[in-house]
């Protein structure tokens, strides 16, 4: 279990595979994220209720072994972020209903890039919803 500190947008990245999971916390560290990092559900799990409102991002192999499954880590990250989705990666994607609003599913196998792209993706969308209720809450202050 790995916690960097900086000062942007922090993202819990949950991958058994270690070299995966290395990799992709490199890349997002070089796009400007801090990243905490398990190998476990169980540790992210953990994680994520020790702080809760840092992490605004999380990432998860959907298919990982453990008892904590990646439904029972995003209700855990959606008590503090409602509307974030949580972005996983299965090898059952088709499996999956069409994206919502709270869960994106990458097919497996995933390249780190398409993870890092998925993400950047998301938090241009979030700045910009955000960048958008602040000016209209502007407007009706005025």
Known sequence: MRVARQNS??????????VTREILAHLLRKAGFDVC???TGE????????HRQE??????????PGMIC???????????????PVVFASAHAGEYPIETAQVV??????????????LKALRSAASSNTS???E???RRAA
């Open 132 to 134: 958008l209720r602040r």
């Open 105 to 118: 599913v990458l097919p497996k196998p995933v390249s780190p890039l398409h993870v890092l792209e998925a």
């Open 9 to 18: 947008s922090k993202i819990l990245v949950v991958e058994d595979d270690t």
């Open 70 to 84: 990646g439904a029972m880590l995003a209700d855990e990250f959606h008590r503090s972020h409602p509307s974030r």
């Open 136 to 138: 209209a809450e502007t």
């Open 55 to 64: 992490i605004h991002w999380l990432f998860k192999d959907l298919d990982m």
């Open 43 to 50: 540790q992210a799990l953990v994680l994520l209720r020790k």
């Open 37 to 39: 990092s398990a190998a």
